[in-house]
């Protein structure tokens, strides 16, 4: 999987984990939320292994998203 820069590290948290992304992803990733901080700073490097964490949080997102679905048409 491709490298992630800070814009699409920004992008995609917030799609999984909303405004609070950035806590989120270290309570998520077992670093410290100015680790995080420091990649969207561009102090540091963005961990190789976000975009597989990103990539099966999306997943589940969606799996979640579906089941929602599904309930809401069955009740409908």
Do not use: C
């Not at 999987?1 to 998520?28: C, H, K, P, Y």
């Not at 901080?37 to 589940?60: A, F």
Request: charged share 25%; hydrophobic share 45%.
């Amino acid at each position: 999987m491709d490298g992630m820069d800070r814009e699409r590290l920004a992008r995609i948290g917030r799609v999984i984990f909303g405004s609070n992304w950035q806590t989120a992803l270290a309570i998520e990733m077992g670093v410290n939320p100015r680790t995080v901080r420091g990649w969207v700073s561009g102090r540091s490097s963005v961990p190789e292994d976000v975009p597989e964490v990103y990539y099966r949080l999306l997943h589940e997102k969606i799996a979640h998203a579906s089941a929602a679905l599904h309930e809401v048409s069955i009740a409908a």
